[in-house]
C-alpha cells in the first residue's frame, strides 16, 4: 500500500488539503490526516504540493523522436515512455492522413500493441485514433491532403479488422460524400466520431451531431467560424460546437495553437466538463530538435521546430505540438483556467469523452491508480502508473 500525505488533492470540483490519499493498483481511498496508517504502508511527502489523476490524453501522434505510425522495433515504446514521464496515464493513439501502405501497417501494429500492453514505465493504450485520411482540402492545416480520400464501406471494414477492432475515435469531415455511411458504420460500433479538419458550415455540423459526430478535433485549428458561401452567410464549425450542449470539444494546449482569450471563452461557454485539453503531440515532443519529420518517417512531412512549436518548412501552418500534457496544464493555470477546472480537463473530461470514466480521470476509489505529485509550481515530480512508480 502507498500513501501521499502533505498533499493538497485535486477532485473534479474542490481541492482537499491535509488529506491522504491511500492506493495500492487501484485508489483505496482518501483519508484523513491524523488516521493512522496501514502498518506496511510507504509515504510519499507532498511537501505541500498538489495530488492529481494522471492525465488522459485523447489526441497524441508521438513524442520523443518517433511517431505511432513509425514501423521501427520499439517506436511505439518509446512514446509511450515518453509521455509517461510527464504525467499521461493513458491515452489515444493517433494517426494522419498517409499513404494506404503507411497506415493500414501503422493500424496493425497498433492493434497488436493494445493486446500485448504496454511496458511497465509507459502509459496505457485506450485504443486507436483515426484522424483522417476523409478530410477537406480547404482545412488540410500540416495534413498531406494528396492522400485525402473518400469512406467505403470496404475501407472501414479493413480498418476494423487491421485494428482488431480497437479503433476508439475517427475524425472525419462530414460535408464529404459519403458521410452517411461513415456515421452509420462509426455508431454501430460506439466509436467515437469527430468533425476535424473540415469546412464544414454549422448546419452541416449540427446535423451530423444527430448523426453521431458528437467531438470537435481541436477547435480553432482547421475548423470554420463565421463565413460566406456565395452570398449567404453561414456560421460555422465553433459557432455550432458552442450551440449545441452535447457537443465536446478540444484545445491544443501548449500556448502556441490557442490564445489566453480563446481558451478562457471557450471554458466559458463550454465548461471544464465539455473542454478537453489534448497535446496533438508530434514526434518532436520532449526533444530539442530543430527540425522534424510530421508523421512517418520515411513518408512524412519534413517541419522545423521553433518558437516551441512545429511548423510547415514554409511556415504556413503549425504542424502539430511538441508539449506535453504537464505542458498543458502549466498553459491553462497561466491563462487563469481555475485550478479544478484545468485538472478536468486533462483528465476526467477527456476520460468521459474516451469513455474510460469508469477507471481513469479522477482520484475515486476503485480506479486505476494513475496519480501524479507535482511541487507547489506544478513542477512533475513523481508519476504512478497503477500504484508503480516510474523510475524504481
Not at 496501514?38 to 511537501?47: E, F, G, K, L, M
Amino acid at each position: 500500500m502507498n500513501a501521499i500525505v502533505n498533499g493538497v488533492l485535486v477532485t473534479p470540483d474542490r481541492t482537499l488539503p491535509d488529506k491522504v490519499l491511500l492506493f495500492d493498483g487501484r485508489i483505496e481511498r482518501i483519508a484523513d490526516k491524523n488516521e493512522q496508517l496501514p502498518q506496511d504502508c510507504r509515504v510519499y511527502d507532498a511537501a505541500g504540493g498538489y495530488v492529481l489523476p494522471g492525465f488522459v490524453d485523447i489526441h497524441v501522434h508521438g513524442g520523443g523522436g518517433y511517431d505511432f505510425l513509425d514501423a521501427e522495433p520499439g517506436a511505439i515504446d518509446a512514446v509511450l515512455r515518453l509521455h509517461a514521464r510527464h504525467g499521461t496515464t493513458s491515452l489515444l493513439a493517433t494517426t494522419l492522413t498517409c499513404p494506404d501502405e503507411v497506415l493500414y501497417a501503422g493500424i496493425e501494429r497498433l492493434g497488436r500493441a493494445i493486446e500485448d500492453g504496454a511496458p511497465s514505465d509507459g502509459c496505457e493504450i485506450l485504443g486507436v485514433h483515426l484522424e483522417g485520411p476523409y478530410f477537406a482540402a480547404a482545412a488540410k492545416g500540416a495534413q498531406a491532403i494528396r492522400e485525402q480520400k473518400i469512406p467505403t464501406q470496404a475501407e472501414l471494414d479493413k480498418l476494423d479488422a487491421l485494428s482488431r477492432g480497437h479503433i476508439v475515435r475517427f475524425d472525419a469531415a462530414p460535408e464529404l460524400p459519403n458521410m452517411d455511411l461513415f456515421a452509420a458504420w462509426t455508431k454501430k460500433r460506439g466509436i467515437l466520431t469527430s468533425v476535424g479538419h473540415s469546412a464544414a458550415n454549422a448546419e452541416t455540423v449540427l446535423s451530423y451531431y444527430e448523426k453521431g459526430f458528437t467531438h470537435i478535433t481541436h477547435l480553432y485549428c482547421s475548423t470554420t467560424t463565421e463565413h460566406k458561401e456565395g452570398q449567404t452567410v453561414h456560421g460555422g464549425i465553433v459557432e455550432a460546437a458552442y450551440l449545441e450542449d452535447g457537443i465536446t470539444v478540444e484545445l491544443i494546449g501548449d500556448g502556441k495553437h490557442v490564445p489566453r482569450e480563446t481558451m478562457l471563452l471557450c471554458f466559458k461557454i463550454k465548461g471544464a466538463e465539455k473542454t478537453a485539453l489534448v497535446t496533438d503531440a508530434m514526434r518532436a515532443a520532449g526533444t530539442n530538435v530543430t527540425g522534424s519529420i510530421l508523421g512517418e518517417k520515411h513518408s512524412g512531412t519534413p517541419v522545423i521546430v521553433e518558437d516551441g512549436v512545429a511548423k510547415l518548412c514554409d511556415r504556413s501552418s503549425f504542424a502539430g505540438s511538441v508539449a506535453t500534457m504537464d505542458v498543458c496544464l502549466r498553459t491553462a493555470l497561466r491563462y487563469g483556467v481555475p485550478l479544478t477546472d484545468a485538472v478536468r480537463s486533462c483528465t476526467l473530461t477527456p476520460a468521459e469523452i474516451a469513455g474510460v470514466a469508469d477507471r481513469k480521470g479522477s482520484l475515486d476509489p476503485g480506479k486505476d491508480a494513475d496519480v501524479l505529485l507535482f511541487d507547489r509550481d506544478f513542477t512533475l515530480k513523481t508519476v504512478f502508473l497503477k500504484g508503480k512508480e516510474i523510475g524504481e
